[in-house]
């Protein structure tokens, strides 16, 4: 089993910036770990994603590329999303998420454990 803990969410002003964290316990092989949101009265999708093994690929949804930037730390097992001129379209619950299983790296149906979710809000 996987055991996914997020933190770092809370209330930040237009333009401004927050850092998540997802910290990992219990199995250590994944395929990739990844950040999804979901927004009132949307579906959960797809923000960023790592690879677990080599370097490290990572991947970004096209509404975030150039702002949130996804990173990992083997040794502490924590995966990192920081996020960097953030708009109040930005304000969703984020989940992270990891893949044991080979799979899409972005897709959501891929990943088969997941965090209770932080709540991020950005003010206009």
């Known amino acids: 089993q996987v055991q996914l803990v997020e933190s770092g969410g809370g209330l930040v002003q237009a333009g401004g910036s927050l850092r998540l964290s997802c910290a990992a316990s219990?199995?250590?092989?994944?395929?990739?770990l990844g950040w999804f949101r979901q927004a009132p009265g949307k579906e959960r999708e797809f923000v960023a994603a790592?690879?677990?093994?080599?370097?490290?690929?990572?991947y970004y949804a096209d509404s975030v590329k150039g702002r949130f930037t996804i990173s990992r730390d083997n040794v502490k097992n924590t995966v990192l999303l920081q996020m960097n001129s953030l708009k109040p379209e930005d304000t969703a619950v984020y989940y992270c998420?990891?893949?044991?299983?080979?799979?899409?790296?972005?897709?959501?149906?891929?990943?088969?454990?997941w965090g209770q979710g932080t709540q991020v809000t950005v003010s206009s």
């Open positions: 998420a990891a893949r044991t299983r080979r799979g899409e790296v972005v897709g959501i149906t891929s990943y088969d454990y």
């Open positions: 219990g199995r250590t092989f994944s395929y990739s």
């Open positions: 790592i690879t677990w093994s080599g370097g490290g690929s990572t």
